[in-house]
Nanobody, 127 residues
Framework: VQLQASGGGLVQAGDSLRLSCAAS????????VAWFRQAPGKEREFVAA????????YYADSVKGRFTISTDDSKDTVSLQMLSLKAEDTAVYYC?????????????????????WGQGTQVTVSS
């Protein structure tokens, strides 16, 4: 699975932004696609994930209610709609794909679950 993230930019606090992750599937379909982010000097953190098999979605508490992860009908693109952006949302955002399955929701929030990573896209929110 090859992933290409896009859509980052510089916005003001309160603005919206939509990130896209284009997935090129060379073999098996991924089990889930997620977005992570990493701010300068901080560890990479989970943002949101969507499962391919049942469409379940998972969100970090910090973005719940503001961010929405979705996929198109062909499941070739995963989007992250970000509303009411805050300065603390500033980070490099990465999309990632996994071929592993688990019944545990926390499984899909861990970076180690994802073997395939796209390049990051910078999101900067000015206050």
């Amino acid at each position: 699975v090859q992933l290409q993230a896009s859509g980052g930019g510089l916005v003001q606090a309160g603005d919206s932004l939509r990130l896209s992750c284009a997935a090129s599937r060379r073999s098996s379909t991924p089990s889930a696609v997620a977005w992570f982010r990493q701010a300068p000097g901080k560890e990479r953190e989970f943002v949101a994930a969507i499962r391919w098999d049942n469409g379940d979605t998972y969100y970090a508490d910090s973005v719940k209610g503001r961010f929405t992860i979705s996929t198109d009908d062909s499941k070739d693109t995963v989007s992250l709609q970000m509303l009411s952006l805050k300065a603390e949302d500033t980070a490099v955002y990465y999309c990632a794909a996994s071929r592993l399955y688990s019944s545990s929701s926390s499984f899909y929030t861990r970076p180690i679950t994802y073997a395939f990573w796209g390049q990051g896209t910078q999101v900067t929110v000015s206050s």
